[in-house]
Structure formats: C-alpha cells, structure tokens
C-alpha cells in the first residue's frame, strides 16, 4: 500500500503542480489518508514532498524563463504559473537552487541565444 499511496501521491502532485493549493492537507484528502499517514509512508519511500514540489516547480519556472514565448512574461507572473503564491519566496527559493535570481537567469539565457551561432552563417 506505501508504494502505491507514494506513486499516488507524486502523480497527483505532478498533475496540479500550478495549484497554489497544492497543500500536504489537500494531497492526504485527495487520497483518503491523514497528514500524518502521508507523513509517515512518503519518508519510508526516500519522498520528501515539499522538497520535490519545489523542485518540479523551479523546473517549470526555468523553462518558462528561458522561453523566447514567455520573454514578456513578468517574473511576478511566472511564479504565480507556477504554483508559488510570493514573488519573494519564488525568488528567494529559485536563487537557493540556481545560484541566480530569475530575473538574472533570464538575462543570461538571452545573451546566451544573442550570441549563439545560428545555423546557416
């Protein structure tokens, strides 16, 4: 049941991964457990899911920033799109993790594709 409730688990968290309620309350409801039950079976599986909310999270985020689409996109608004309900704490979190704020990882992957050879010349 452990394995089962964790695949569970991490697939529902991957399919409303946008949601900023996506909430360790919301996920043990959705699954007819306690917090305390998901608390218990994720750590046994090596799952620790904040952690790998946030992860996927800054993942998207780092794709929307380097999208030539998306280059308007305020970083505020990427953050929202991507499940974080503070701009602050986007940031704070996305700098931990890249060593870069978003609005520098977007800079840099626009100078990147300036100065990348295009094919053809």
């Given at each position: 049941?452990?394995?089962?409730?964790?695949?569970?688990?991490?697939?529902?968290?991957?399919r409303n991964l946008t949601?900023?309620?996506?909430?360790?309350?919301?996920?043990?409801?959705?699954?007819?457990?306690?917090r305390s039950?998901?608390?218990?079976?994720?750590?046994?599986?090596?799952?620790?899911?904040?952690q790998c909310v946030i992860a996927e999270r800054l993942e998207t985020a780092?794709?929307?920033l380097a999208s030539p689409r998306h280059a308007l996109?305020?970083?505020s608004a990427v953050a929202a799109r991507c499940g974080f309900t503070s701009p602050d704490h986007?940031?704070?979190r996305f700098r931990a993790a890249y060593g870069v704020?978003?609005?520098e990882r977007r800079r840099l992957r626009i100078?990147?594709?300036a100065s990348s050879p295009r094919p053809g010349n």
């Open positions: 049941m452990d394995d089962s409730l964790t695949a569970r688990t991490m697939a529902y968290a991957r949601a900023p309620e996506l909430t360790p309350d919301r996920i043990a409801r959705e699954h007819a457990v306690s039950q998901l608390y218990a079976v994720l750590p046994r599986a090596g799952v620790n899911l904040e780092c794709r929307l996109l305020p970083v986007f940031t704070r704020t978003p609005r100078q990147d594709a």
